[in-house]
């Protein structure tokens, strides 16, 4: 039996990039500049949330995560991930930190946990992490290698790989869900027509930053918290329970998909709301 079936499924059409991938995403909410943090933090006591989406998706699939947010005096800024490359997000993250007054609760979903454990190294505004249904590597891991880790992701079968050219010139491949699989993959509980749309407007992510190892974690200096999205598809309940565990992070379970911003926002909000009220 082989052990590695996302590995095998994404590399195999392009064998020359030794890359490949698997990740975890949704749609994504209404994008706040970082000024509007700025702005808002001299007006607030409460820390503005980060807010980092995954792959196959974009800043839209926190929208209700954000409306929840904001009733509840959250200044809150939902990142557009470029989903290029793992240092080359991280930096794109940390850039817009830095332009955020005050306290940050930082949350990424899927590969945006990978994103967001890397972005809030140095960065000293960042009092807390959230992991909603997210990869959480150590030092020398990547997505790939944690999709691995453990037997039940199904996402291999799934993907389509598109050549694309890479930002430094040198040939890649984008990966995307099959629109007709999305749903089942990725967001099971979701609505057939919202999942519908989700999968026409899915970003792909390259499966380079998949492949990208990780550097010194910011988990082992910051407070964290995780949701583990127990009907997960992409990254199985047991790959999430692990990262957690080794990250000592403040862990609840959900019955949802690996949507589950999307599903369940009031679930996603309240963990980042505990994480909040942690920080004061």
């Known amino acids: 039996m082989n052990r590695h079936p996302l590995r095998r499924s994404v590399r195999t059409p392009l064998t020359v990039m030794a890359t490949a991938g698997i990740a975890a995403g949704i749609l994504a909410a209404t994008v706040v500049p970082a000024s509007a943090g700025k702005a808002l933090t001299a007006h607030t006591r409460k820390p503005t949330v980060v807010l980092v989406h995954g792959a196959f998706a974009d800043a839209t699939s926190w929208n209700g995560v954000v409306k929840k ?7 809150v800024v939902a ?5 290029r490359g793992l240092g080359s997000d991280a930096a794109y993250v940390r850039e817009l930190l830095a332009g955020i007054d005050g306290p940050v609760v930082l949350a990424g979903h899927s590969y945006g946990g990978a994103v967001i454990t890397d972005a809030a190294r140095g960065a000293d505004n960042v009092k807390a992490l959230v992991y909603i249904a997210a990869f959480i590597p150590d030092k020398g891991e990547s997505a790939l290698d944690l999709a691995d880790k ?4 199904t996402l291999g079968a799934a993907l389509r790989p598109v050549p694309v050219t890479l ?10 869900i099959e629109q007709g699989k999305f749903r089942s993959q990725f967001a099971a509980d979701v609505p057939k027509n919202t999942a519908d749309i989700m999968a026409v407007t899915q970003r792909p992510v390259t499966g380079a930053a998949l492949a990208e190892d990780s550097s010194t974690p910011a988990w082992k200096t910051v407070p964290s918290w995780a949701l583990v999205a127990t ?3 992409n990254i199985p309940a047991r790959t ?16 949802a998909s690996h949507a589950v911003s999307v599903s369940r926002p009031g679930d996603v909000s309240r963990i980042i709301e505990e994480a909040a009220r942690a920080t004061r």
């Open 69 to 75: 947010l904001k009733r509840d005096g959250y200044p």
């Open 79 to 83: 990142a557009a991930n470029p989903l």
């Open 150 to 153: 453990f037997p039940g992701s």
């Open 167 to 176: 930002p430094d010139g040198s040939r890649g491949q984008d990966l995307y």
């Open 231 to 233: 009907e997960d598809r």
């Open 240 to 255: 999430q329970h692990f990262m957690a565990e080794r990250a000592d992070a403040r862990t609840v379970e959900v019955r």
